[in-house]
């Protein structure tokens, strides 16, 4: 009874974590990053340590864990940080002025450290803590007192995130997701970075009760963020051309209630341009296309629980690695059903008022050309926002093409407005 109590709560109250949300872990201050859906089941892989997932069910969004050994095997224990860091450096900033030691005369030839690995595995054996094994690292240190405070502090702290891994628990949102995605596999968002995706939200007029068409080809990150600021007002249609739907995997993280999932559909241009022209007729293979990739992504959000985005993997071109196990009976999340097809009687009111907004972020299409074909299906004075990655200029001009990290991409923006006249 107590625990159907606690999935309640945690179900109405979205700052603490319920079984089958998806959760954003931080290892050690940002070194790995990792998407994973909480069950009872669920495991995450900490150096060479399996810890269930489980302590962390119940648990308010932006609280700390300690991987810490028991009887049963290394878990995650809940963990106040403290302020021993801050004052720690605070004095070695007024010691600094009057010690003159320096590390000029260390040598590093891996004999310093006198405690062996055998004599750490029995540390852990008889059940010592992380910091426990870091303390006893630094008393057998034959140089950590030659050194200075500074170079002390990063010894510390080098050995605490190999011995006592901290993992932070971030609820998984616009920011967080985007940043995540950014840093380990921008393909997969086409390079799409969070003050550009402010951009585009803001320059395409996205609040309250809006109907935005958008065209997302960064999987499903737009129109995750779209839905998020329209908050479960208005309708996000998430369109494609052709018979084969965009995938919408990173938009299933955000942890959408039932009421905003009711509002994310899809519909094939082909559909919307029928129902302009008064040919409201579907076609089977589309609808065929859009069932079959929506029933794929409930298979995959089913036995693929976590993404890792590890910055010190020496394999920055690695598909993101999925490494959450998950029980059978495990629940399936109310995220799983966004993305269905959009109702015949929602078109008709588009095609009567038109889409207030429109978002495009497809770097692998013909701006242009869809920019054209899409326009017609807005109301008039509605906003759009075109992102991508390259600007092609005149021809024979010169055709920018930048690949670090501080490209933001290009935004079109405009309005679109009434040519006839009465």
Same mark, same amino acid.
């Given at each position: 009874m107590s625990e159907n109590k606690l999935h309640g709560d945690a179900v109405e109250n979205p700052r603490i974590t319920w079984d089958g949300c998806s959760v954003l872990?931080?290892?050690?201050?940002?070194?790995r990053l990792v998407f994973s859906r909480l069950s009872a089941g669920a495991k995450l892989k900490i150096g060479n340590k399996n810890c269930s997932l489980?302590?962390? *069910? !119940?648990?308010?969004?932006g609280s700390f864990f300690r991987v810490e050994n028991g009887a049963e095997g290394p878990y995650l224990s809940r963990y106040t940080p403290?302020?021993?860091g801050n004052s720690i450096q605070e004095q070695g900033d007024c010691q600094?002025?009057?010690?003159?030691r320096d590390n000029r005369a260390l040598v590093d030839n891996n004999k310093a450290q006198s405690l062996t690995g055998d004599a750490i595995n029995e540390m852990r054996r008889q059940g010592a803590s992380g910091d426990e094994i870091v303390e006893a690292l630094i008393a057998n240190s034959a140089t950590f007192e030659k050194k200075t405070v500074f170079s002390q502090e990063k010894y510390r702290l080098k050995k605490q995130k190999k011995y006592a891994p901290i993992v932070l628990l971030r609820r998984p949102f616009t920011r967080s997701i985007c940043e995540a995605y950014?840093?380990?596999?921008?393909?997969? *968002? !086409?390079?799409?970075?969070?003050?550009?995706?402010c951009l585009l939200l803001s320059m395409a007029n996205v609040s309250a009760n809006s109907d935005v068409?958008?065209?997302?080809?960064?999987?499903g990150l737009l129109t995750g963020a779209v839905a998020e600021r329209l908050g479960g007002t208005g309708y996000v249609c998430n369109t494609y051309p052709g018979g084969s739907p965009y995938p919408m995997d990173i938009a299933r993280i955000f942890n959408f209630g039932e009421e905003i999932c009711k509002r994310i559909v899809r519909s094939p241009l082909t559909d919307l341009f029928s129902i302009q022209t008064e040919k409201p007729k579907v076609s089977g293979h589309n609808g065929d296309s859009c069932s079959m990739e929506i029933e794929s992504n409930e298979q995959i959000s089913s036995t693929t629980g976590m993404e890792e985005v590890s910055l010190a993997s020496e394999n920055m071109i690695s598909d993101l690695i999925p490494e959450t196990t998950y029980s059978v009976e495990r629940k399936p999340s109310k995220s799983a059903k966004l993305g269905e097809k959009a109702p015949h009687?929602?078109?008709s009111l588009w095609k009567e008022n038109g889409f207030t907004s429109l978002i495009i972020a497809a770097p692998e299409l013909d701006t242009w050309s869809l920019v054209k074909e899409i326009l017609p299906l807005l109301s008039n004075s509605a906003s759009f926002a075109i992102y991508h990655q390259y600007l092609q200029v005149l021809p024979s001009r010169t055709h920018p093409c930048m690949q670090m990290n501080g490209f933001g991409g290009y935004i079109l923006s405009g309005t679109k407005i009434c040519t006839t006249t009465d």
């Open positions: 872990l931080d290892i050690n201050d940002g070194d489980q302590p962390l *069910i !119940g648990c308010p969004f403290s302020n021993e600094s002025k009057d010690e003159l950014l840093k380990k596999y921008p393909v997969r *968002i !086409g390079f799409l970075r969070m003050d550009t995706l068409l958008v065209v997302d080809m960064v999987g009687e929602i078109i």
